[in-house]
């Protein structure tokens, strides 16, 4: 596991839970020497201790050679940390774990990781879930999202009785959910902190979610994807559930708060990709409401009457069109 934050080290107690010798590598050398003294991850995951199948490490050549690798670090830190250990992962079959579009490019994680390490083999594994649920062995079912041969393989590899992995060959698709949803879920927090209503989060989901699909399918992925796990599923679990950081984001900004971005907030950059992504790329042309909101108030662009205004006073259409 590359990335010893909330979720990287949730996998990895699951997958160490379930038997499988699983090695943690996290950056800060410190910050691992006192999760391995303590058993447990005291700063994301307080509570949750190790199985003794679990090694922590800040040493990454400790990888062993045939180890399938999950990347577990923010979308934007992705290129940088495979840039930085490109000798290590590129004999690796890379799982993208994070769940976004990088700044700048536009990319998605799996389109990174081929800029980066063209003949890498990779996956995605996407879906609702939380850290503290997963590393609790709660009940969690999420997209295994890849082109690869060997999927089967990865999917049986990656489940426990408690994770559940349902195989995609849509990678793209599901990459999307679990970018765009983010978005959404900050709109929904904004709408439930400036005390708009259940029913106004109600009508955002579900705007948001045809405003995920026409960029999604604008982008080359099924649409079904969408109405899985890695899309519908995962917009659910964020939009109405306040472990969701996302969310939290939201409504503290709905209610006018100052927010510290020191949390990895990942609907904030990935608003902002897609629309600057708009910009430059012409086969992208589509309207997304939502998504060019959130980003405007974000940006202090719009305050937040002018965004709401603006999303009330579009014209009214058929449900069902395009746009
Ligand atoms: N938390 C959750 O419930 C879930 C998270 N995800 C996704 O997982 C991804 C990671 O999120 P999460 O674990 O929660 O975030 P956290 O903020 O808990 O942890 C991020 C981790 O990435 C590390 N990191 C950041 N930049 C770099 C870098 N350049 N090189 C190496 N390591 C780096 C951080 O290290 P350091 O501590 O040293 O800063 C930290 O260990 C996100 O895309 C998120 O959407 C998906 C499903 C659930
Ligand atoms: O991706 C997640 C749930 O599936 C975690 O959501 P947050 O990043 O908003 O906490």
């Known amino acids: 596991m590359v990335g010893a934050g909330a979720f990287g080290t949730a996998l990895a107690i699951s997958l160490a839970s379930n038997g499988q010798p699983t090695l943690l590598w996290g950056r800060d050398a410190a910050q691992m ?170 009508a955002l989901m579900t705007r948001g979610f045809a405003e995920m699909v026409r960029f999604a399918v604008l982008r080359g992925a099924a649409r079904d994807t969408l109405f899985g796990l890695s899309g519908f599923g995962d917009l659910v679990l964020t939009c109405t559930s306040t472990q969701s950081r996302n969310l939290r984001y939201g409504t503290a900004i709905g209610t006018g708060q100052t927010v510290s971005e020191t949390a990895t907030v990942e609907g904030v950059m990935t608003a902002h990709a897609i629309i600057e992504s708009l910009l430059t790329n012409e086969n992208d042309a589509t309207d997304l409401p939502i998504t060019r909101m959130v980003s ?22 058929r449900e069902t069109d395009l746009a």
């Open 33 to 202: 020497g006192a999760m391995a003294k303590a058993r447990q991850n005291a700063q994301r995951l307080a509570g949750l201790r190790f199985p003794e199948t679990l090694e922590v490490t800040a040493d990454i050549t400790k990888i062993p050679l045939k180890a399938v690798i999950l990347l577990a670090v923010p979308t934007q830190a992705l290129r940088a940390t495979l840039i930085q250990h490109r000798h290590i992962l590129h004999s690796h079959m890379l799982i993208a774990c994070c769940k976004g579009v990088e700044r700048g490019s536009g990319l998605l994680p799996l389109e990174v990781i081929a800029d980066v390490l063209p003949s890498v083999r990779s996956a995605i594994l996407t879906g609702p879930s939380f850290a503290n649920d997963i590393a609790a062995g709660l009940p969690t079912a999420l997209t295994l999202a890849t082109k690869d041969v060997d999927a089967k393989t990865l999917q049986t590899l990656l489940s426990t009785p408690a994770l559940r992995l349902y195989l995609s060959d849509d990678p793209i698709g599901a990459q999307l959910g679990g970018a765009l949803k983010n978005v959404v879920a900050i709109a929904a927090g904004i709408a439930i902190g400036a005390g708009l209503g259940d029913s106004a989060r109600a």
């Open 296 to 317: 405007a108030v974000l940006k202090e662009e719009l305050n937040m009457a002018q965004a709401i205004e603006s999303l009330l006073s579009r014209p009214l259409r």
